[in-house]
Protein backbone atom coordinates (compact mmCIF):
# COMPACT_ATOMS: atom_id res chain seq x y z
CA UNK A 1 0.00 0.00 0.00
CA UNK A 2 1.13 3.53 -0.75
CA UNK A 3 0.09 7.21 -0.27
CA UNK A 4 -2.44 9.13 1.95
CA UNK A 5 -5.18 6.70 0.49
CA UNK A 6 -3.64 3.93 2.39
CA UNK A 7 -2.86 5.73 5.27
CA UNK A 8 -6.39 6.23 5.64
CA UNK A 9 -7.45 2.45 5.09
CA UNK A 10 -4.53 1.64 7.60
CA UNK A 11 -5.88 4.01 9.79
CA UNK A 12 -9.45 2.23 9.38
CA UNK A 13 -8.68 -0.95 9.62
CA UNK A 14 -6.96 -0.49 12.74
CA UNK A 15 -9.56 1.16 14.51
CA UNK A 16 -12.27 -1.25 13.04
CA UNK A 17 -9.79 -4.02 14.47
CA UNK A 18 -9.82 -1.94 17.88
CA UNK A 19 -13.18 -2.51 18.33
CA UNK A 20 -14.12 -5.60 16.67
CA UNK A 21 -10.68 -7.54 16.77
CA UNK A 22 -11.97 -10.43 19.17
CA UNK A 23 -14.70 -11.31 17.07
CA UNK A 24 -12.37 -12.47 13.66
CA UNK A 25 -11.18 -15.87 14.01
CA UNK A 26 -7.45 -16.03 15.17
CA UNK A 27 -6.47 -16.26 11.51
CA UNK A 28 -8.00 -13.29 10.47
CA UNK A 29 -6.49 -11.46 13.29
CA UNK A 30 -3.02 -12.76 12.71
CA UNK A 31 -3.39 -11.51 9.51
CA UNK A 32 -4.38 -8.65 9.63
CA UNK A 33 -1.77 -7.72 12.79
CA UNK A 34 0.76 -8.43 10.42
CA UNK A 35 -0.17 -6.63 7.58
CA UNK A 36 -1.88 -3.68 8.55
CA UNK A 37 0.45 -3.19 12.39
CA UNK A 38 3.78 -4.73 11.85
CA UNK A 39 3.81 -4.02 8.26
CA UNK A 40 4.53 -7.02 6.54
CA UNK A 41 4.04 -7.41 2.76
CA UNK A 42 1.79 -10.18 1.50
CA UNK A 43 4.84 -11.96 0.39
CA UNK A 44 6.14 -12.24 4.05
CA UNK A 45 3.07 -13.61 5.47
CA UNK A 46 2.73 -15.83 2.59
CA UNK A 47 6.12 -16.89 3.49
CA UNK A 48 5.46 -17.30 7.14
CA UNK A 49 2.45 -19.56 6.51
CA UNK A 50 3.23 -21.33 3.48
CA UNK A 51 0.36 -20.07 1.91
CA UNK A 52 0.00 -18.45 -1.55
CA UNK A 53 -0.24 -14.70 -1.67
CA UNK A 54 -3.27 -14.61 -2.94
CA UNK A 55 -4.71 -16.62 -0.52
CA UNK A 56 -3.37 -14.34 2.38
CA UNK A 57 -4.81 -11.28 -0.01
CA UNK A 58 -8.49 -13.35 0.28
CA UNK A 59 -7.60 -13.60 4.17
CA UNK A 60 -7.67 -9.97 4.45
CA UNK A 61 -10.38 -8.58 2.26
CA UNK A 62 -12.48 -11.35 3.85
CA UNK A 63 -11.46 -9.92 7.16
CA UNK A 64 -11.93 -6.46 6.03
CA UNK A 65 -15.27 -7.19 4.55
CA UNK A 66 -16.05 -8.91 8.13
CA UNK A 67 -14.95 -5.68 10.24
CA UNK A 68 -16.78 -3.34 7.79
CA UNK A 69 -20.11 -5.75 8.26
CA UNK A 70 -19.76 -4.96 12.22
CA UNK A 71 -19.50 -1.49 12.14
CA UNK A 72 -21.99 -1.22 9.31
CA UNK A 73 -24.53 -2.84 12.04
CA UNK A 74 -23.25 -1.81 15.29
CA UNK A 75 -21.74 1.20 14.32
CA UNK A 76 -19.57 1.53 17.26
CA UNK A 77 -16.63 3.45 15.96
CA UNK A 78 -19.38 5.99 14.65
CA UNK A 79 -20.80 6.37 18.07
CA UNK A 80 -16.83 6.30 19.75
CA UNK A 81 -16.25 9.72 17.14
CA UNK A 82 -19.88 11.08 17.99
CA UNK A 83 -19.31 10.75 22.06
CA UNK A 84 -15.45 12.31 21.59
CA UNK A 85 -16.78 15.23 19.62
CA UNK A 86 -19.36 15.97 22.13
CA UNK A 87 -16.68 15.42 24.97
CA UNK A 88 -14.48 17.94 22.65
CA UNK A 89 -17.40 20.82 22.66
CA UNK A 90 -17.95 20.25 25.99
CA UNK A 91 -14.35 21.04 26.94
CA UNK A 92 -14.58 23.92 24.86
CA UNK A 93 -17.45 25.65 26.09
CA UNK A 94 -16.21 24.76 29.90
CA UNK A 95 -12.92 27.06 28.94
CA UNK A 96 -15.17 30.13 28.60
CA UNK A 97 -17.00 29.64 31.95
CA UNK A 98 -15.88 31.55 35.36
CA UNK A 99 -12.93 29.65 37.16
CA UNK A 100 -15.22 28.63 40.18
CA UNK A 101 -17.40 26.20 37.66
CA UNK A 102 -14.60 24.85 35.76
CA UNK A 103 -12.41 22.49 37.98
CA UNK A 104 -15.83 20.44 38.89
CA UNK A 105 -16.93 20.56 35.33
CA UNK A 106 -13.66 19.70 33.33
CA UNK A 107 -13.35 16.81 36.52
CA UNK A 108 -17.09 15.32 34.61
CA UNK A 109 -15.56 15.58 31.13
CA UNK A 110 -12.98 13.76 31.91
CA UNK A 111 -14.73 11.01 33.47
CA UNK A 112 -17.45 11.09 30.14
CA UNK A 113 -14.00 10.83 28.08
CA UNK A 114 -12.71 7.88 30.31
CA UNK A 115 -15.83 6.10 30.12
CA UNK A 116 -15.58 4.00 27.17
Not at 12 to 22: E, K
Not at 92 to 116: D, H, M
Amino acid sequence: MHGENALEKTNRINALYDFYGPLLTDKQQTFLKCYFHDDYTLGEIAADFRISRQAVYEHLKRAEQVLEDYESKLKLIDRHERLHAGIDLLETQIAGLPNEWRESLTETAAKLRNAE
